[in-house]
């Protein structure tokens, strides 16, 4: 089956660094997205990983563990506008290219 | 480049009606999904289009949810009768040709049955 599991809520402070941890469980695994949600708007694409590693991309990086089923996004110098739920997605190469998302983990930036 | 549309943006409706949504992806994005996301949760794959063929509908129920991509471009979703729990933002998007291709999201439709 398809399990996808992720921290429901964290806090952190402004100009701090924060890392989202996110396991899964899919068949025909084909790489993991990750996706940013600010209230009220639609998701927004932030990385992708499919081999092992670190991706860095300026204050955001994301990680993967094929052998594991693990991953986590890491935010750097935080800022209150990284406030957002941030999703995370496994790719599943069984019938098309299929998203199956987490259901979010919801990152509070305090001063 | 413009973005995914979709409207309307808000709809309410009473049980037991009927509801459309539209959608129109990226200029030359084949590809084509309509997700529903519940308050609280991460979006849930309801159909996936490439150009105007269904790839995967298994998560859509077909007693009461049909979609529609006729020329390959626009589509539809159609909510008939709509029940309490359809409540959600119904969200639509597009990637172009790949393997891996980001999915490009857009503002989604805030659905409200009572």
């Known amino acids: 089956g398809q399990n996808i599991d992720q921290p429901t809520e ?3 402070t402004e100009g701090a660094i924060v890392q989202i941890n996110c396991t899964y469980q899919t068949s025909g695994f084909n790489g993991l997205f990750w996706y940013q949600q600010h ?16 991706e ?3 204050r955001f990086s994301s990680f993967l563990s094929r052998s594991k089923g693990y991953s986590y996004l890491l935010l750097k110098e935080l800022q209150m506008k990284d406030s957002a739920s941030y999703l995370c997605a496994a790719l599943e190469m069984e019938y098309g290219n299929k998203l199956v998302f987490g259901a979010g983990t919801i990152l509070r930036v305090k001063s | 480049e413009a973005g995914v549309a979709q409207s309307p943006r808000y709809k309410i409706i009473e049980k037991r009606q009927s509801v459309a949504f539209w959608c129109n992806p990226i200029s030359g994005h084949a590809t084509l999904y309509w997700y529903q996301q519940i308050l609280g949760q991460g979006p849930k794959l309801l159909i996936q289009f490439q150009n105007n063929g269904v790839v995967d509908d298994s998560q859509l129920p077909k007693d009461r ?12 979703l159609k909510i008939q009768p709509a029940k309490l729990e359809d409540s959600a ?9 790949g393997t891996a291709s980001e999915q490009f999201f857009g503002p989604g439709t805030r659905l409200t049955v009572l």
């Open chain 1, 10 to 12: 964290m806090t952190a």
């Open chain 1, 39 to 54: 209230a009220g708007e639609a998701p927004t694409f932030l990385s992708y990983n499919v081999l092992d590693g670190l």
């Open chain 1, 56 to 58: 860095e991309k300026g």
């Open chain 2, 65 to 76: 949810f049909s979609a529609e991509r006729l020329k390959g471009v626009d589509s539809t």
């Open chain 2, 89 to 97: 933002v119904y969200l639509c998007a597009s990637s172009s040709p």
